[in-house]
C-alpha cells in the first residue's frame, strides 16, 4: 500500500482507540446490572432519547432552513445582519442556555412570580408552559444547535447556479414553489449533514437534560457508572449508544449518496435575490428574528443581567488565565483538527478505498459520545502506554519516567480531536465534494503540478469550508467541559470549567461572568467565519466561470 | 543527531523537568469545587511552605483517573464531598492508612474509616424544609412521614441520580431494611409535586413559589441563600424554616465532606500534614463560615447563620454504610420510578 492511504489508516485507529476502547466493554460481563436496567429504566432511556432526536430534528429544520432561505434568496432591510447574526446562539454552550431560561421561566423566575403578585394568583390557578420538561430541554437544544443546519443549507443555497433558478421560474414556478421543487431537494444532502451534527450533539448533550431531569442515555450512563458503580455496564451503555450513532452515520452518508448534485451548465451565476416589501416583510422579520433573539438575545441580556449583580467577586486577576487558556486549546485544537480533516479528506479523494472510507465514518463516532466517555477513553490507552514505558525505564535504566503524556495538555487535545475532528471531516468534506475530479484533470492538461492546481484551483473554492471547519471546532473547544475536566493538568483552568464549577453549586448568577466571556470570547470567530463565507460567497461555490 | 544523543537529551530535560517539581508540594484531587477549599488550601502553603497543586472533578472520574494512572499517578490526597465516594475509593484499594493520633483525637469515630483510610473533614445534613406561612413544624417529624398520603404532591426533591438522595436512601436501608426503604420511596414519589428536578436550592424556591409545602435540602444550600449578594434569594430563604427530621430516635441523615491519601503517594508526609491542617482550628471554623457546614469537631461553634437552624441530634450511623449501600439504594429507586 502507498504511504498516503497507510498513514490514513494509522492515523485513524489512533484516534479511533478511545471508540475501541468503549466498544471492547462489551466483551466483559456486568453482573445482573442489565436484567436490572431493562426491568426498570431502559426503555425510558432510549424512548426519551429517541423523542429528544426526534424534537431536535424538527427544531433545528424549523429554526434553520428557512431563515437560510430567505437570507439567500431574498432582500430585505437588514437582511445582511440576519445573515451572520443568525449564527450567534453558536457561541452559547447548551447547559448555559438550560440555566438561563430556567432562572426565568421557572415557577419561582421573576416572571411567574411577577405574574402571581400582579393579579392575585397562586400556583396552580394558571398554566404556564414547565420549562423543565422534555419540551423545555427540545426547546432549549433546538436553539443552539439550528445554526449547524443554517449554516449549511445557507451556503447550499448560496451556492445554487442561477442558472437552475431561472429555469424553474420559466417554467411558470414562483419563488416560494422553485423553493420547495428546486432548492430544498438540491440542498437536501447538506441539510442532513447539518442535521447529523445536531443529533450527535443532540446524544453527547448531558447538562441540559441532566439539570431538567430528563433520563436519557446519557445520562443513564452516568447514573449506571455513578450510582450502580459498574464502568463495564456504563461503558456497554455507551457501547449502545455508538450502535445507534453508527446506524444514523450510515443513513446520512447513504442519503448522501442517494443525491449528489452538481451543477453542470457552463454558464453559473449567483441568483438574483428578489425583494420582500409589505405585509411579507413582518413574516421574514419574524422568522429570522426568532432564532437570534431566542437563541441568543435574551440569554445574553439574562446573563449580563446576572453578571453585573456579581461582577466584583467573580471577575478576580485569574480571569485573564482561564480565558488566555481556553483560546490557546482552542487555537491548537481547530488548527490541528484541520490539518488532519485536510490530510485525510485528500486521502481519501486520491485513493479511494473501502476500507477508508470505513474508517472515516468510525472516527466521526466520537461527536455523539459524551465528553467523560471520550476522557476516559483516551485515559485508557495513554496512561497504560505511559506506564509500560515507566516501568521500561526503571527495569533498563532505573530511572522513572512518570506519565509522561497522561496529564499534560497533550491528551487534552487529542481528547479534544476525538471528540471535534469528525466536524472538521464533515465540513472538509463537503467543501472538496463540490471540486468535480475533471477540474484537477483539466488543471493537469494544462501542465499544472498538483501544488499549483491545489493553490490556485481547490483552495479558493475551499475557502468557505475551510474557515467553517477551524471555527466551528475553535467554538466547540471553547465550550468543552466534560474532557476537560477530567484530562486537565494541575491547576489549569479554562472559561468553561469556572462556569460549570459556579452552576454546579447553584450560585448561576455568579457563573454569569465567565459564562459571558465564553459567549464574548466565542463571538469574535462566529463573526470572523460570517466574514470569511460571504468573501468565499463571491467564488462561485461550483468552481467554473463564464 | 545519533539515536544515543536524542535520548540523552530527551532525558536531561526530563530530569530537569522532575528537578523543578521536586519542592515540597502535595497533589489534591478533589472533588470539591476549587472555591470551597482554595482558600484553605493556600493558607495551608502559607503556613507550612509546602505548596498545593490542585484538580477538581467529580470523585467518580477521579477515583477513575487514579486507577487508571496506578502507581505512577501524581494524586496525593483524594478530597470528596461525600462519605458515599470515599468508601467507594478504599473498595476500588486506591487509598492508604493514616496513623494520625492527631486525626483520631479529633475527629469522631463516625466520621471516619474504621481503618483510618479515610477521615470526614466538615458535616451537612439533608433535612425537611417547610414554608413558614403555609405548614406548621408540628405537622411532620421524622423522614418516613415524607410518604404520609396527607402530603400528597406536596413535596419537592431533585434526582435520585444525586449522592445525597442516594446517601438518604442508603442510611434508610441500613434503618429500616430494604423492602421498607423500597415501600417509603413509591409512598414518596406518590408524594411529589413535580418530576424531580433541577438542585437543592430549585426545591427550596419552588417551594415558596407554592409549587409544594416541603422541600429536601441541604443545609448549606439554605445557608448559603440566607448570605446570598441576590435579594430575591434571601427572601425566599427568609421564609423557610428548618425541620430536624427522626429527633425523637437516630437523628437527622448526616454526611461529610472528607479526605484520604493516596496509597501510591509520594508526598506522604506532606498529604498527612495537609488532612491534620483541614481538621485543624482554622480550617475547621472556615469550613463553618465561609461554607455554612458543621464542624467534625465538637469544640468548634456554628457560623451564625448555621445558629438560626437551632440545635439538632445527629445519626451516629458509621458513613460508611452510605458507600456501601450505594448501589442498592440506586437499584431501589429505580424500581421506585424515582427519577
Given at each position: 500500500?502507498?504511504?498516503?492511504?497507510?498513514?490514513?489508516?494509522?492515523?485513524?485507529?489512533?484516534?479511533?482507540?478511545p471508540?475501541?476502547?468503549?466498544?471492547?466493554?462489551?466483551f466483559?460481563?456486568?453482573?445482573?446490572?442489565?436484567?436490572h436496567?431493562?426491568?426498570?429504566?431502559?426503555?425510558?432511556?432510549?424512548?426519551?432519547?429517541?423523542?429528544?432526536m426526534?424534537g431536535?430534528?424538527?427544531?433545528?429544520?424549523?429554526?434553520?432552513?428557512?431563515?437560510?432561505?430567505?437570507?439567500?434568496?431574498?432582500?430585505?432591510?437588514?437582511?445582511?445582519?440576519?445573515?451572520?447574526?443568525?449564527?450567534?446562539?453558536?457561541?452559547?454552550?447548551?447547559?448555559i442556555i438550560?440555566?438561563?431560561?430556567?432562572?426565568?421561566?421557572?415557577?419561582?423566575?421573576?416572571?411567574?412570580?411577577?405574574?402571581?403578585?400582579?393579579?392575585?394568583?397562586?400556583?396552580?390557578?394558571?398554566?404556564?408552559?414547565?420549562?423543565?420538561s422534555l419540551?423545555?430541554?427540545?426547546a432549549?437544544?433546538?436553539?443552539?444547535?439550528?445554526?449547524?443546519?443554517?449554516?449549511?443549507?445557507?451556503?447550499?443555497f448560496?451556492?445554487?447556479?442561477?442558472?437552475?433558478?431561472?429555469?424553474?421560474?420559466?417554467?411558470?414556478?414562483?419563488?416560494?414553489?422553485?423553493?420547495?421543487?428546486?432548492?430544498?431537494?438540491?440542498?437536501?444532502?447538506?441539510?442532513?449533514?447539518?442535521?447529523?451534527?445536531?443529533?450527535?450533539?443532540?446524544?453527547?448533550?448531558?447538562?441540559?437534560?441532566q439539570?431538567?431531569?430528563?433520563?436519557?442515555?446519557?445520562?443513564?450512563?452516568?447514573?449506571?457508572?455513578?450510582?450502580?458503580?459498574?464502568?463495564?455496564?456504563?461503558?456497554?451503555?455507551?457501547?449502545?449508544?455508538?450502535?445507534?450513532?453508527?446506524?444514523?452515520?450510515?443513513?446520512e452518508?447513504?442519503?448522501?449518496?442517494?443525491?449528489?448534485?452538481?451543477?453542470?451548465?457552463?454558464?453559473?451565476?449567483?441568483?438574483?435575490?428578489v425583494?420582500?416589501?409589505?405585509?411579507?416583510?413582518?413574516?421574514?422579520?419574524?422568522?429570522?428574528?426568532?432564532?437570534?433573539?431566542?437563541?441568543?438575545?435574551?440569554?445574553?441580556?439574562?446573563?449580563?443581567?446576572?453578571?453585573?449583580?456579581?461582577?466584583d467577586?467573580?471577575?478576580?486577576?485569574?480571569?485573564?488565565?482561564?480565558?488566555?487558556?481556553?483560546?490557546?486549546?482552542?487555537?491548537i485544537?481547530?488548527?490541528?483538527?484541520?490539518?488532519?480533516?485536510?490530510?485525510?479528506?485528500?486521502?481519501r479523494?486520491?485513493?479511494?478505498?473501502?476500507?477508508?472510507?470505513?474508517a472515516?465514518?468510525?472516527?466521526?463516532?466520537?461527536?455523539?459520545?459524551p465528553?467523560?466517555?471520550?476522557?476516559?477513553?483516551?485515559?485508557?490507552?495513554?496512561?497504560?502506554?505511559?506506564?509500560?514505558?515507566?516501568?521500561?525505564?526503571?527495569?533498563?535504566?532505573?530511572?522513572?519516567?512518570?506519565?509522561?503524556?497522561?496529564?499534560?495538555?497533550f491528551?487534552?487535545?487529542?481528547?479534544y480531536?476525538?471528540r471535534?475532528?469528525?466536524?472538521?471531516?464533515?465540513?472538509?468534506d463537503?467543501?472538496?465534494?463540490?471540486?468535480?475530479?475533471s477540474?484537477?484533470?483539466?488543471?493537469?492538461?494544462m501542465?499544472?503540478?498538483?501544488?499549483t492546481?491545489?493553490?490556485?484551483?481547490h483552495?479558493?473554492?475551499?475557502?468557505?469550508?475551510?474557515?467553517?471547519?477551524?471555527?466551528?471546532?475553535?467554538?466547540?473547544?471553547?465550550?468543552?467541559?466534560?474532557?476537560?475536566?477530567?484530562?486537565?493538568?494541575?491547576?489549569?483552568?479554562?472559561?468553561?470549567?469556572?462556569?460549570?464549577?459556579?452552576?454546579?453549586?447553584?450560585?448561576?448568577?455568579?457563573?454569569?461572568?465567565?459564562?459571558?466571556t465564553?459567549?464574548?470570547?466565542?463571538?469574535?470567530?462566529?463573526?470572523?467565519?460570517?466574514?470569511?463565507?460571504?468573501?468565499?460567497?463571491?467564488?462561485?461555490?461550483?468552481?467554473?466561470?463564464? | 543527531?545519533?539515536?544515543?544523543?536524542i535520548?540523552?537529551?530527551?532525558l536531561?530535560?526530563?530530569?530537569?523537568?522532575?528537578?523543578?517539581?521536586?519542592?515540597?508540594?502535595?497533589?489534591?484531587?478533589?472533588?470539591?469545587?476549587?472555591?470551597?477549599?482554595?482558600s484553605?488550601?493556600?493558607?495551608?502553603?502559607?503556613?507550612?511552605?509546602?505548596?498545593?497543586?490542585?484538580?477538581?472533578?467529580?470523585?467518580?472520574?477521579?477515583?477513575?483517573?487514579?486507577?487508571?494512572?496506578?502507581?505512577?499517578?501524581?494524586?496525593?490526597?483524594?478530597?470528596?464531598?461525600?462519605?458515599?465516594?470515599?468508601?467507594?475509593?478504599?473498595?476500588?484499594?486506591?487509598?492508604a492508612?493514616?496513623?494520625?493520633?492527631?486525626?483520631?483525637?479529633?475527629?469522631?469515630?463516625a466520621?471516619?474509616?474504621?481503618?483510618?483510610?479515610?477521615?470526614?473533614?466538615?458535616?451537612?445534613?439533608?433535612?425537611?424544609?417547610?414554608?413558614?406561612?403555609?405548614?406548621?413544624?408540628?405537622?411532620?417529624?421524622?423522614?418516613?412521614?415524607l410518604?404520609?398520603?396527607?402530603?400528597?404532591?406536596?413535596?419537592?426533591?431533585?434526582?435520585?441520580?444525586?449522592?445525597?438522595?442516594?446517601?438518604?436512601?442508603?442510611?434508610?436501608?441500613?434503618?429500616?431494611?430494604?423492602?421498607?426503604?423500597?415501600?417509603?420511596?413509591?409512598g414518596?414519589?406518590?408524594?411529589?409535586?413535580?418530576?424531580?428536578?433541577?438542585?437543592?436550592?430549585?426545591?427550596?424556591?419552588?417551594a415558596?413559589?407554592?409549587?409544594?409545602?416541603?422541600?429536601?435540602?441541604?443545609?448549606?444550600?439554605?445557608?448559603?441563600?440566607?448570605n446570598?449578594?441576590?435579594?430575591?434569594?434571601?427572601?425566599?430563604?427568609?421564609?423557610?424554616?428548618?425541620?430536624?427530621?427522626?429527633?425523637g430516635?437516630?437523628?437527622?441523615?448526616m454526611?461529610?465532606?472528607?479526605?484520604?491519601?493516596?496509597?501510591?503517594?509520594?508526598?506522604?508526609?506532606?498529604?498527612?500534614?495537609l488532612?491534620?491542617?483541614?481538621?485543624?482550628?482554622?480550617?475547621?471554623?472556615?469550613?463553618?463560615?465561609?461554607?455554612?457546614?458543621?464542624?467534625?469537631?465538637?469544640?468548634?461553634?456554628?457560623?451564625?447563620?448555621?445558629?438560626?437552624?437551632?440545635?439538632?441530634?445527629?445519626?451516629?450511623?458509621?458513613?460508611?454504610?452510605?458507600g456501601?449501600?450505594?448501589?442498592?439504594a440506586?437499584?431501589?429507586?429505580?424500581?421506585?420510578?424515582?427519577?
Amino acid at each position: 500500500m502507498r504511504p498516503w492511504p497507510l498513514s490514513l489508516i494509522a492515523l485513524s485507529l489512533i484516534l479511533a482507540t478511545p471508540i475501541f476502547v468503549v466498544l471492547s466493554s462489551v466483551f466483559f460481563p456486568a453482573g445482573d446490572i442489565w436484567t436490572h436496567l431493562f426491568e426498570t429504566v431502559l426503555a425510558r432511556y432510549i424512548s426519551n432519547s429517541f423523542a429528544l432526536m426526534i424534537g431536535v430534528s424538527i427544531g433545528v429544520l424549523a429554526l434553520g432552513v428557512l431563515p437560510a432561505w430567505l437570507v439567500t434568496a431574498y432582500r430585505f432591510p437588514g437582511s445582511k445582519v440576519f445573515e451572520w447574526a443568525l449564527l450567534l446562539p453558536l457561541a452559547i454552550p447548551a447547559y448555559i442556555i438550560a440555566y438561563t431560561y430556567t432562572g426565568m421561566l421557572d415557577v419561582a423566575g421573576p416572571l411567574q412570580s411577577n405574574l402571581r403578585d400582579a393579579f392575585g394568583w397562586s400556583y396552580g390557578e394558571y398554566w404556564f408552559p414547565e420549562i423543565r420538561s422534555l419540551g423545555g430541554a427540545i426547546a432549549m437544544l433546538s436553539l443552539v444547535f439550528y445554526p449547524y443546519v443554517y449554516l449549511l443549507a445557507r451556503a447550499a443555497f448560496a451556492g445554487q447556479s442561477g442558472s437552475v433558478m431561472e429555469a424553474a421560474r420559466s417554467l411558470g414556478c414562483s419563488q416560494r414553489s422553485a423553493f420547495f421543487r428546486v432548492a430544498l431537494p438540491l440542498a437536501r444532502p447538506a441539510i442532513v449533514v447539518g442535521l447529523s451534527i445536531c443529533l450527535m450533539e443532540t446524544l453527547a448533550d448531558y447538562g441540559t437534560v441532566q439539570y431538567f431531569g430528563i433520563s436519557t442515555f446519557t445520562t443513564g450512563i452516568y447514573r449506571t457508572w455513578n450510582g450502580l458503580g459498574s464502568t463495564v455496564a456504563a461503558a456497554q451503555l455507551a457501547a449502545l449508544l455508538l450502535g445507534f450513532v453508527f446506524i444514523l452515520v450510515s443513513i446520512e452518508s447513504w442519503s448522501r449518496k442517494q443525491a449528489q448534485f452538481f451543477n453542470t451548465g457552463s454558464h453559473s451565476w449567483p441568483s438574483p435575490a428578489v425583494p420582500i416589501v409589505g405585509g411579507r416583510l413582518f413574516i421574514a422579520y419574524l422568522v429570522c428574528g426568532i432564532p437570534v433573539s431566542l437563541g441568543f438575545v435574551v440569554p445574553l441580556i439574562q446573563l449580563s443581567i446576572w453578571a453585573s449583580i456579581t461582577s466584583d467577586s467573580i471577575m478576580t486577576a485569574d480571569f485573564a488565565g482561564y480565558l488566555f487558556n481556553s483560546l490557546t486549546l482552542a487555537a491548537i485544537t481547530s488548527a490541528a483538527a484541520l490539518i488532519l480533516a485536510l490530510f485525510i479528506a485528500y486521502g481519501r479523494r486520491l485513493y479511494p478505498t473501502q476500507l477508508s472510507s470505513a474508517a472515516a465514518r468510525v472516527l466521526s463516532l466520537g461527536y455523539a459520545l459524551p465528553g467523560t466517555v471520550v476522557a476516559i477513553g483516551v485515559l485508557v490507552p495513554f496512561a497504560w502506554l505511559d506506564n509500560r514505558v515507566s516501568a521500561f525505564m526503571v527495569a533498563r535504566f532505573d530511572f522513572n519516567t512518570g506519565l509522561l503524556l497522561s496529564g499534560t495538555a497533550f491528551i487534552l487535545v487529542f481528547a479534544y480531536l476525538v471528540r471535534f475532528l469528525p466536524i472538521a471531516m464533515n465540513t472538509v468534506d463537503a467543501g472538496l465534494t463540490k471540486i468535480r475530479p475533471s477540474m484537477d484533470e483539466a488543471g493537469r492538461s494544462m501542465g499544472l503540478g498538483p501544488m499549483t492546481i491545489l493553490r490556485r484551483v481547490h483552495m479558493p473554492i475551499m475557502r468557505g469550508s475551510l474557515a467553517t471547519a477551524l471555527l466551528l471546532v475553535f467554538v466547540d473547544v471553547l465550550k468543552e467541559l466534560p474532557a476537560t475536566l477530567l484530562l486537565r493538568p494541575f491547576n489549569f483552568n479554562t472559561l468553561a470549567i469556572r462556569t460549570y464549577e459556579l452552576a454546579n453549586e447553584e450560585r448561576l448568577a455568579d457563573a454569569a461572568g465567565p459564562a459571558l466571556t465564553i459567549v464574548l470570547a466565542s463571538l469574535i470567530p462566529v463573526i470572523l467565519l460570517s466574514r470569511s463565507l460571504e468573501r468565499a460567497k463571491d467564488v462561485p461555490s461550483v468552481g467554473e466561470k463564464p | 543527531m545519533g539515536i544515543k544523543k536524542i535520548f540523552a537529551y530527551v532525558l536531561s530535560i526530563t530530569i530537569f523537568m522532575v528537578g523543578i517539581v521536586s519542592a515540597a508540594e502535595v497533589n489534591v484531587y478533589s472533588a470539591r469545587s476549587e472555591d470551597l477549599i482554595k482558600s484553605a488550601l493556600d493558607r495551608f502553603s502559607e503556613e507550612t511552605g509546602i505548596e498545593v497543586n490542585l484538580i477538581t472533578e467529580s470523585a467518580d472520574a477521579l477515583i477513575r483517573r487514579i486507577e487508571l494512572e496506578g502507581f505512577n499517578s501524581p494524586a496525593d490526597v483524594l478530597l470528596t464531598v461525600d462519605a458515599g465516594r470515599l468508601f467507594r475509593a478504599k473498595e476500588a484499594g486506591i487509598l492508604a492508612s493514616i496513623d494520625s493520633s492527631i486525626l483520631r483525637e479529633r475527629i469522631p469515630a463516625a466520621y471516619r474509616d474504621p481503618e483510618n483510610q479515610w477521615f470526614g473533614l466538615s458535616l451537612r445534613s439533608r433535612v425537611i424544609m417547610f414554608d413558614k406561612s403555609r405548614v406548621s413544624p408540628s405537622e411532620i417529624e421524622n423522614y418516613e412521614d415524607l410518604a404520609d398520603p396527607k402530603w400528597k404532591g406536596e413535596i419537592c426533591i431533585r434526582s435520585s441520580g444525586n449522592i445525597y438522595n442516594q446517601s438518604l436512601l442508603a442510611s434508610l436501608i441500613e434503618h429500616a431494611g430494604e423492602e421498607a426503604t423500597e415501600a417509603w420511596a413509591v409512598g414518596l414519589v406518590a408524594n411529589m409535586a413535580r418530576r424531580p428536578q433541577g438542585g437543592d436550592r430549585d426545591q427550596i424556591r419552588a417551594a415558596v413559589a407554592g409549587q409544594c409545602k416541603l422541600a429536601i435540602a441541604n443545609t448549606y444550600y439554605l445557608a448559603g441563600m440566607l448570605n446570598s449578594d441576590i435579594a430575591a434569594d434571601v427572601e425566599v430563604a427568609e421564609q423557610i424554616g428548618v425541620l430536624w427530621p427522626n429527633q425523637g430516635d437516630r437523628g437527622a441523615h448526616m454526611n461529610v465532606s472528607g479526605a484520604g491519601m493516596i496509597k501510591t503517594s509520594k508526598n506522604a508526609d506532606e498529604a498527612r500534614q495537609l488532612i491534620e491542617f483541614l481538621s485543624a482550628d482554622y480550617a475547621q471554623q472556615w469550613y463553618a463560615e465561609v461554607n455554612n457546614e458543621y464542624s467534625v469537631r465538637t469544640d468548634i461553634p456554628m457560623s451564625a447563620t448555621l445558629q438560626r437552624f437551632g440545635e439538632f441530634k445527629a445519626d451516629s450511623l458509621n458513613l460508611e454504610v452510605l458507600g456501601r449501600n450505594n448501589a442498592a439504594a440506586v437499584r431501589l429507586a429505580d424500581r421506585a420510578g424515582w427519577e
